[in-house]
Nanobody
Framework: QVQLVESGGGLVQAGGSLRLSCAAS????????MGWFRQAPGKEREFVAAKNWSAGISYYPEFVKGQFTITRDNDKNTVYLQMNNLKPEDTAVYYCAATPRASRLWVLESYDYWGQGTQVTVSS
């Protein structure tokens, strides 16, 4: 079992940065692939970042490449999402997720565990 708790959201002006954290419990955390998704009001949850740590491969959709970065600190059992040059359209609830799978990490259904989400609001 893996439990995930996000933090680090808040209100930021356009052009600013935020770093989201996802604290994970469970001994198998280090072997899991991790992802970040977001959901804006009235929209479906969408993929923004993931990493297969075993293979060292990161995945990002085109619309956040160069803007978002996923990293991990194994000693702290924590995954981060560094978000730079934020825009009002980045406003959403951000969720981290974990999976023992190594493929299709950009797909919601690939993940078994989800955090409760953290709100990010970007003002113009």
């Amino acid at each position: 079992q893996v439990q995930l708790v996000e933090s680090g959201g808040g209100l930021v002006q356009a052009g600013g940065s935020l770093r989201l954290s996802c604290a994970a419990s469970g001994r198998t955390f280090s072997t899991y692939a991790m992802g970040w998704f977001r959901q804006a009001p009235g929209k479906e949850r969408e993929f923004v970042a993931a990493k297969n740590w075993s293979a060292g491969i990161s995945y990002y959709p085109e619309f956040v490449k160069g803007q978002f970065t996923i990293t991990r600190d194994n000693d702290k059992n924590t995954v981060y999402l560094q978000m730079n040059n934020l825009k009002p359209e980045d406003t959403a609830v951000y969720y981290c997720a974990a999976t023992p799978r190594a493929s299709r990490l950009w797909v919601l259904e690939s993940y078994d565990y989800w955090g409760q989400g953290t709100q990010v609001t970007v003002s113009s």
